[in-house]
């Protein structure tokens, strides 16, 4: 990468080769263990290029062949500071715990500090046998690669979505245990999951995308100008909205998102005007897949677990809520459907 560097041996420091109590330094027992093993290509980090000319007299002294170097530019953490385990960067496994797949890992960390040539210049999602097949070490760059961990974001997306519904129901049900407890169908939920899987999201079970309970939340994320809704009009909203879902004969997306365009219609105001409020109430979040189903999951599984909504009730009491005697205490577990 470095192309040939000519060092004067004049230049270089003594080499300690064994130390007081007889052991090798790691100098010397490198350049032995790498020969014993077969070893015809080092590749490694820049910072030990200037360690080769002392290896390379090494190698010279014992009548061995010296192997071919090959030393990469680091992957920096940010402009100044190199990736360590040390300071808390994430490792290999740190990143499968956070669920991350191996296969976007793999191809994300195979593009930092290097690039495919020819006609794959402008390619980015490589299986591992199509990785080894574009691998050239003139692909190399010399600059430090940064690493970004919302591209790695990008790169497991793309990899989920391509999974089969079966594939990404086995690798999400461990994130879904950890989110929702009790008995529920995994690959339902997990179907749902991957129709809302957006780039920001790992597996859809972090950030708050499933939860036993609905989350505490502020009243005035109920104001939203673009839908045109603040506390009071999600009161109404909602206040219509409750009744109609409780009456619904089958609680699917379809009946969900019919009934709620239809009501919206019927109560003469936009869409969102309904469905934001909807999803604030089921959800606890600003952000969250389409309305339509996350209220099916969330309220589903709500109702499985019989999990009280605290939030829900405390926006009912700030906001004056009568709840709906369906309801009869607020509570979203309450609701038979």
């Known amino acids: 990468m470095f192309g040939d560097i000519t060092v004067e041996n004049s230049t270089l420091d003594d080499q300690v080769l064994l130390k007081r109590d007889g052991l090798p330094t790691y100098n010397f027992a490198n350049v032995i263990d790498d020969h014993l093993m077969g070893i015809t290509h080092v590749v490694r980090g820049s910072e030990y290029l200037s360690s080769a000319p002392k290896y390379d007299l090494l190698y010279e002294a014992f009548g061995w062949e010296i192997p071919t170097y090959v030393h990469c530019s680091p992957v920096m953490r940010d402009a100044q500071h190199k990736m360590s385990k040390r300071h808390g960067d994430p490792s290999y496994e740190d990143l499968k715990a956070e669920g991350y797949l191996t296969e976007a890992i793999l191809n994300y960390v195979a593009l930092l500090g290097w690039s495919p040539k020819g006609e794959l210049a402008e390619q980015e999602i490589f299986s591992l046998d199509a990785l080894v ?170 109702k499985r677990s019989a999990v009280s909504a605290p939030a829900w009730r405390s926006w009912h009491e700030k906001s004056s809520f009568v709840p709906s005697p369906l309801s009869g205490t607020g509570n979203m577990a309450d609701l038979s459907v």
């Open 133 to 302: 097949k574009a691998f050239d070490l003139t692909g190399i760059s010399k600059s430090p690669a940064i690493f970004d961990k919302a591209k790695l974001d990008h790169f497991n997306a793309v990899y989920l979505r391509a999974m089969s519904p079966e594939d990404f129901a086995k690798a999400a049900e461990p994130y879904i245990r950890q989110s929702v407890k009790g008995d529920f169908d995994v690959a339902a939920i997990a179907a749902l999951l991957l129709q809302a899987l957006r780039a920001s999201y790992r597996y859809p079970g972090e950030g708050g995308l499933l939860f036993d309970a609905c989350p505490e939340y502020d009243v005035e994320f109920f104001t939203n100008k673009k839908s045109k809704t603040n506390p009071e009009v999600c009161k109404a909203m909602l206040e219509a909205a409750i009744p109609m879902l409780a009456a619904l004969p089958q609680w699917t997306d379809e009946a969900i998102h019919d009934g709620l365009i239809a009501l919206a219609e019927q109560l003469g105001v936009k869409n969102a005007t309904l469905m934001w409020p909807v999803r604030i109430a089921a959800a606890g979040k600003l952000v969250t897949p389409a309305a339509q189903w996350r209220s099916a999951a969330s309220w589903a599984v709500m």
